[in-house]
């Protein structure tokens, strides 16, 4: 799923800077799930600005409404009616969400309340971990199921770098080295072979490096293909 | 035939280093670090200590992740001073178009040995919010520039049209680094995708380093490569100390930190000078000692001397390890 | 609870605004205390800014 933070009440402050009406518009999906901008946090949200909007002496007047997908125009479009009457609306879906209400709604100014963070994974209440960069090319099969692209602070293809030791990442003691897990994991299998072979060079065209990406399936599409 | 020409042939890049090593001496290599600036008076003045001392000398690029001086502009510095170049590349700063435009540009200025580095990450330097590339990683880098020079392709297959870069490649190897077990393997990548060096990280632990080249012998890679065991000189115990506890990637075991403290032992707090002369004399001596008992170790071509911002140890280290002279191959 | 306490402090408010106890039914001393306590800090701290301005 997508793991988003919201940003911090001062810069959400800065954001809306001296709008009056102001609507927080939650996301029923991955950020209610990684507790950043569901029913809950956009009412909690809602309250802090109403509190602090006031304690500056320009009190705003905060609305709240949380779709079940932000990111898909179904879900959205009801919201269409009401917007008119907001200056600015604050946005706790991820930057999908954010992107949609924008393109959606080009006459209203949707702000994002949340960073979109990674796509990862609850490891534990309250953890989440970063699993995927959808970089278009999977090789987790060669890496005994662990992703390097997204768990390696290099993005390594062929190992650990000199900087893995007692199975942390140089970067952070808090980051188990991928290539540690990857061995162990592989050891484990029996499948050491798999890392012995020399990987070529990644096709970065399929990851973000080859510009947006889109995926078109004309079997699933409505529109007249015959 | 001229012999001279048929000679040069058979080398892979023609190096100085290369030279050294296939005629079977104990190769000798230094690091000169390019300054945080544009002077290049710091690279002369590096580079005169070096000359005639070793064999050649590696040029950091970036090193720690902190804006330098090129290591290829460094290296051509150096080349004024009688010093052959070793140039670092690492993955962290170019994707494989600039890597290869360096490779090309470095050889046309003269250079012939390149090192092939992964890099330390940028949060250890002094731009941590730079975006790192890491479009190759540092086998990868290895077996683009072999392509490079036996089938003068490009990294995507294409024909280099005008001038092959032909140059000793160098890698890192790091004994010390975990998962222990995968670290020979790792070698065995690098001298599969190209490498004909290797140069180890520094080592402070050398039992641990025996017990890697016993598994290095074990599976014939010192005969496919030749291996350069890195060595650095102390400053002080507290360097000591924080390479021990705080450096990713390494081990310096206890008796080096002792020793360290050792040496200012009866040295009063305040007398600054007398401490660090200490220090350095007890730094120097170490690391000769290490050398000796290097050399001693099967499958070990030669030795690689780091001395951070200390490049005026180098020469006393050399010449007390009884390594100078050094020889001149033709 | 320290998480409310922060999202007080964002807002502007003193922290010491909001606390929780665990108490049993069966500890009424200590709860009329305690109500005592945390009203005698709320006197203390004055009445809410927001209020004020109502």
């Known amino acids: 799923m997508i793991v988003g933070e919201q940003k911090t009440l001062d810069e959400i402050m800065g954001l809306l800077g001296d709008a009056h009406k102001v609507l927080v518009a939650g996301c029923g999906t991955c950020v209610t799930v990684s507790f950043a901008g569901g029913e809950k946090e956009v009412g909690i949200l809602a309250s802090q600005l109403r509190m602090r909007s006031k304690l500056e002496g320009h009190p705003m007047e905060v609305d709240e409404v949380t779709v079940q997908r932000q990111c898909e125009w179904e879900y959205i479009d009801p919201l269409a009616p009401r917007l008119g009457e907001y200056d600015v609306i604050l946005s706790l879906a991820c930057g999908i969400g954010v992107q949609a209400m924008n393109e959606r709604f080009p006459d209203s100014i949707t702000l994002p309340g949340v960073n979109t963070v990674f796509l990862g994974m609850p490891v534990e209440q309250g953890i989440w971990e970063e699993r995927c960069q959808a970089c278009g090319d999977c090789i987790l099969g060669l890496t005994a199921g662990i992703c390097p692209i997204a768990r390696c602070s290099k993005q390594l293809l062929n190992g650990p770098c000199g900087g893995s030791q007692n199975g942390v990442c140089e970067v952070n003691p808090d980051i188990p080295c991928a290539w540690q897990l990857i061995w162990e994991r592989a050891v484990k299998l029996g499948r050491e072979e798999w890392l012995l072979e020399i990987q070529p060079p990644k096709d970065w065209s399929k990851s973000r490096d080859g510009g947006p990406r889109k995926i078109v399936r004309d079997d699933l599409r409505l529109a007249d293909m015959e | 035939m001229d012999m001279t020409a048929e000679r040069t042939d058979e080398y892979k890049s023609g190096s100085n280093l290369e030279k050294i090593l296939r005629a079977g001496h104990f190769a000798v290599t230094g690091e000169l670090g390019p300054p945080q600036g544009a002077d290049a008076e710091v690279i002369h003045r590096k580079a005169q200590l070096l000359a005639g001392v070793v064999d050649a000398v590696n040029i950091t690029d970036n090193q720690t992740a902190v804006a330098r001086m090129s290591s290829i502009a460094s290296g051509v510095l150096a080349m004024q001073d009688g010093l052959e170049p070793v140039i670092q590349m690492t993955c962290r700063d170019r994707n494989r178009l600039a890597m290869q435009s360096d490779l090309m540009g470095a050889y046309a200025l003269g250079a012939r040995n390149v090192l092939c580095l992964t890099g330390d990450h940028q949060s250890f330097g002094n731009h941590p919010t730079a975006k790192n590339v890491h479009d190759l990683d540092s086998i990868q880098l290895i077996q683009m520039v072999r392509r490079m020079r036996d089938e003068g392709v490009f990294q995507n297959g294409e024909q280099i049209k005008a001038g092959v870069p032909r140059f000793f490649i160098g890698g890192a190897i790091n004994p010390f680094g975990d998962p222990f077990e995968f670290r020979p393997y790792r070698l065995a990548k690098k001298i599969a995708a190209g490498a004909d060096f290797v140069q180890t990280q520094l080592i402070y632990d050398i039992p641990r380093f025996r017990e890697f080249m016993k598994r290095v012998v074990d599976m014939g890679l010192h005969e496919k490569v030749y291996i350069l065991a890195g060595v650095g000189p102390l400053k002080s115990s507290g360097m000591a100390r924080y390479m021990r506890d705080q450096v990713p990637g390494m081990i310096v075991r206890d008796e080096y930190v002792d020793r360290m403290k050792g040496a200012i032992a009866g040295i009063p707090k305040e007398d600054k000078k007398a401490r660090r002369k200490a220090w350095r004399e007890m730094g120097i001596k170490i690391c000769i000692e290490q050398i000796q008992e290097i050399m001693e170790i099967e499958g070990v071509a030669g030795i690689h001397i780091m001395a951070v911002e200390w490049e005026a140890a180098i020469k006393p280290i050399v010449e007390g390890a009884g390594l100078l002279p050094r020889p001149q191959v033709e | ?54």
Request: proline share 4%.
């Open chain 3, 1 to 54: 609870m320290k998480y409310a306490a922060d999202l007080l402090e964002q807002v502007g408010l003193e922290r010491e605004r909001v606390r929780m106890v665990n108490i049993s039914s069966a500890m009424g001393a200590q709860f009329a205390e305690l109500v005592t306590e945390m009203s005698e800090q709320l006197k203390g701290l004055g009445p809410s800014p927001l209020r004020v301005d109502d």
